[in-house]
């Protein structure tokens, strides 16, 4: 999906979910947490978190590895995991789902796999918003291949001048990857339309998805991506676990990223067999728990509903812009059509960094800083923002609170 799509009435009963996370019952300093910072990390609900402790409790066992029961029960948690992440993406295929650390690993992947295939003077295209792991591992590649990076502008807005992505695409293009959804601006990406318009021309597409699948429905076989990666820790599950989706055809093409043991069908000192997918991409005991713990991440999202989360955090973000347009001296980064539930932000004369600190102190977590976007803070010439981001366990209330100390940090500096 390119778009939150139409809106239809939230159906989501927010405080039964919040009995769901207990960190939301913590306080900081004496006072109640309110937590809004869900695009650097998302807090995990009771399901997710007991079904490591469960794993580690009952369960652990190493995987694929041997006949005993402890360590089938854990083979097939950590393989249904992967499919429960098959279904969330609607990909054809289980084996086209790779486990792996999250999206910067997802993308290293590819741009180690690819490079052989790059020469010099071949382009990539990226876009202006895209997250560090979305440039850095084409920079490398790029230093050594001798292949070009090429930038995809972006408007006062936030949006992505889909002119200029046109005109970067050339006979030099050999992949496009993009962003679905900014982590510093909130704009959801029209991916669709970037991928037929790379299509059009034989080239292939990768997807950033770590601000997305959290938030809306995504069909990786309906956007017909050749890669798209998705962050665990982005989607109420454990932190260092993720998965990238491939096209069967295209990762049976890549070489192994890493080499190891449960990558290899047989070695020798004469020579060594890979593995099939996605197992050839899966070198050494892996994060079992955390797979496992995504698996039951997934079956919460769904439990949920995305329609109806999309539904909730448009509410919550709308509600947001309105109060910030009424604050004196603040000015929203990204105003996009579409956005997700993302509000960045400065305010007049007080650095991004004192924003979020005064808010500290009230118990409001939010973040400050260049959110591994700096480009996108070049593009505005702004050092960095503040920002809200929002998710479906937040609430009128918490947005309420984050203004008044927000009203309090104008006045202050004024
Ligand atoms: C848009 C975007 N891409 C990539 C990443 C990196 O994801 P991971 O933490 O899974 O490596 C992030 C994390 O902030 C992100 O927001």
């Given at each position: 999906m390119d778009s939150p799509g139409v809106i239809t009435q939230a159906a989501l009963d927010v405080d039964r979910v919040r009995?769901?996370?207990?960190?939301?019952?913590e306080q900081v300093y004496g006072i109640d947490l309110v937590y809004l910072d869900n695009a650097a990390t998302t807090q995990k609900p009771r399901t997710v978190i007991e079904a490591v402790t469960n794993y580690y409790s009952v369960g652990n066992a190493n995987v694929?590895?041997?006949?005993h029961r402890l360590s089938q029960v854990a083979t097939e948690a950590y393989e249904g995991a992967r499919v429960k992440v098959q279904r969330l993406i609607n990909a054809?295929?289980?084996?086209?789902i790779v486990w792996l650390r999250g999206v910067t690993e997802g993308i290293n992947l590819i741009a180690n796999g690819l490079s052989a295939q790059f020469k010099p003077g071949d382009e990539i295209v990226v876009s202006n918003m895209e997250h560090h792991s979305n440039i850095v591992p084409w920079q490398m590649l790029c230093q050594r291949t001798g292949a070009v990076l090429r930038v995809i502008p972006i408007d006062e807005s936030g949006q992505l001048e889909m002119d200029r992505f046109e005109e970067l695409?050339?006979?030099?293009?050999k992949l496009v990857s993009v962003v679905?959804?900014?982590?510093?601006?909130?704009t959801v990406n029209p991916v669709k339309r970037i991928v037929d318009l790379a299509h059009e021309r034989g080239i292939p597409v990768v997807i950033d998805g770590a601000q997305c699948v959290q938030h809306y429905p995504v069909d990786v076989q309906e956007l017909d991506c050749e890669f798209y990666a998705i962050s665990g820790h982005k989607m109420y599950a454990p932190t260092g676990i993720g998965a990238l989706y491939g096209k069967a055809d295209w990762l049976e093409r890549l070489p192994p990223y890493q080499g190891g043991?449960?990558?290899?069908?047989s070695v020798s000192f004469e020579g060594t067999t890979y593995n099939e997918?996605?197992?050839?991409?899966?070198?050494?005991?892996?994060h079992i728990a955390g797979a496992i713990g995504m698996g039951a991440a997934v079956d919460y999202l769904l439990s949920l509903g995305l329609e109806n989360i999309a539904s909730y955090e448009h509410d919550l973000l709308e509600y947001a812009t309105e109060q910030a347009l009424q604050i004196p001296g603040l000015q929203i980064v990204g105003t996009a059509d579409k956005k997700s539930s993302v509000l960045s932000f400065t305010i007049d004369r007080v650095h991004p960094h004192d924003i979020g600190t005064i808010l500290d102190q009230q118990g409001i977590a939010i973040r400050t800083g260049h959110h591994c976007a700096q480009p996108v803070m070049d593009r505005y010439q702004i050092p960095a923002t503040a920002r809200i981001s929002l998710c479906f366990y937040n609430t009128r209330q918490e947005i309420d609170a984050a203004f008044a100390a927000l009203r309090k940090v104008q006045e202050v500096f004024s």
């Open positions: 009995q769901d996370f207990p960190i939301l019952h694929h590895r041997a006949v054809a295929d289980s084996r086209e695409l050339g006979p030099r293009t679905h959804v900014s982590n510093a601006l909130g043991g449960d990558m290899i069908l997918i996605p197992f050839k991409f899966e070198a050494g005991t892996p």
